[in-house]
């Protein structure tokens, strides 16, 4: 009884800032009380202004005190919504809590530009990430810490948060200067310290995600330490998914070393209860496929009766997808998975100026030819919309069109 007491009156501690809210809302009450009473002991032909102005001014202080305990609450246990208008609170909360489950498949920019833009329309997003990314700073702390990769998880994570911009660019810093942590993102360097504090990759990203507050979860397809080998079509085989785009020949197959991966409980899930599972955007053979190539994942995709859809990208990729037609895209998925991972593809027919695709082809991309007839040949239906733009020189999905193109499939339903 004591414990529940001292509980109470916690509630009126200093700093806390409940007191004057809860001393309003009483005030407000008090006048509700009085006006109603002066309102009651007159004759019903006689209402003096004052007694309806005492009521009208309870009724509002009220109102406003309930509202500011309310953000006080919330604001309270969202620390980093203080700056947001209640209703948006409520609306993130309720209204996005409602909408489709959506699962996205992939890794690397394109899959977090597509987040960026489903997490307008529902919070209810599951992002299944590859680990087997090797390069840059990922692979630096993969060998030194032997940690699984943390870039394309950071992406994702920092495209669903919920955070303000400011803890959105601080996980996306890179140190640039010449030092041990040039190259590094500082949003690598806090996954991979979450890991050694928690001894626990996914336990990492959980934690991570509650920094950031995210609209949606972020999980790892698996939680072996995992590589991807490319064998290519003259029979020579290149080991580290960095590695493959840089050999510039053409691809025959890709697998994971050890071959016998399992997925995470989490990502089975996620595909079990999704209405819409999305394949990409993102390089093909080492964001979309990698994810496929755990079997577990490609069975549970098989099995749902969830919308399939696979958004293809509007270049190709140098040294991957080199004169890669859409149909040719769909192909590669296909032989690395199950007939039955798609039932639609979404295709851009929007169009880039002369002199950005000129830009483009001196690195060797170039748009992917639209094939949807062979496509549909193959069985499957095609979207096909502009959802490509242009931001700073480089060629990309538009995000909110992208999301609006998939959350029209499940309306169709």
Not at 35 to 56: A, C, N, P, Q, R
Not at 175 to 183: M, R, Y
Not at 331 to 354: R, V, W, Y
Not at 403 to 412: D, P, R, T
Request: glycine fraction near 8%; hydrophobic fraction near 45%; proline fraction near 4%.
């Amino acid at each position: 009884m004591n414990i529940k007491i001292q509980d109470i009156f916690k509630w009126l501690s200093p700093g806390i800032g409940v007191k004057r809210w809860i001393g309003l809302s009483l005030l407000g009450v008090f006048l509700i009380i009085t006006g109603s009473g002066f309102l009651k002991s007159e004759e019903l032909w006689v209402i003096h202004t004052l007694d309806v102005i005492i009521l009208v001014s309870g009724i509002i202080i009220l109102i406003l005190g309930i509202k500011s305990m309310m953000r006080t609450f919330i604001t309270g246990i969202l620390p980093l919504s203080k700056d947001t208008q209640l209703v948006d609170i409520l609306y993130q909360k309720k209204y996005l809590g409602r909408g489709p489950k959506i699962v996205t498949i992939g890794g690397g920019t394109g899959l977090s530009i597509l987040l960026s833009g489903l997490k307008v329309y529902t919070s209810n997003i599951s992002a299944v990430v590859t680990v087997a990314d090797d390069g840059g700073s990922s692979g630096r702390l993969r060998q030194e810490f032997d940690i699984l990769p943390p870039g394309d998880i950071r992406n994702c994570l920092v495209a669903l948060a919920d955070a303000p911009v400011l803890m959105r660019d601080l996980f996306q810093f890179r140190f640039d200067t010449i030092s041990d942590l040039s190259g590094h993102s500082f949003g690598n360097l806090f996954i991979t310290v979450m890991t050694r504090l928690t001894g626990d990759f996914e336990k990492a990203i959980k934690e991570t995600s509650k920094v950031l507050a995210l609209r949606g979860q972020v999980i790892p397809s698996t939680l072996s330490n995992v590589n991807l080998v490319a064998e290519h079509k003259d029979g020579s085989t290149t080991i580290g998914e960095g590695q493959i785009p840089k050999a510039h020949k053409p691809i025959n197959r890709v697998f994971l070393e050890p071959k016998e991966t399992l997925a995470t409980a989490d990502a089975l899930k996620a595909i079990a209860d999704a209405q819409v599972i999305v394949l990409g955007p993102g390089s093909l053979y080492t964001s979309i496929i990698p994810n496929l190539l755990i079997k577990e994942i490609t069975e549970a995709i098989v099995s749902s009766e969830a919308i399939k859809v696979y958004v293809c990208n509007v270049m190709t990729q140098p040294g991957e997808t080199d004169a890669y037609s859409a149909s040719d895209h769909i192909k590669a998925i296909i032989a690395h998975s199950h007939p039955h991972i798609l039932n639609c593809c979404i295709i851009n027919t929007g169009e880039i100026s002369q002199e950005i695709l000129k830009r483009y082809a001196r690195q060797d991309s170039y748009f992917v030819v639209n094939d949807a007839k062979k496509i549909e040949n193959i069985g499957y239906r095609v979207i096909e919309d502009d959802f490509a733009i242009v931001e700073g020189d480089v060629i990309r999905h538009d995000p909110v069109r992208l999301a609006k193109i998939i959350l029209g499939l499940v309306e169709e339903v």
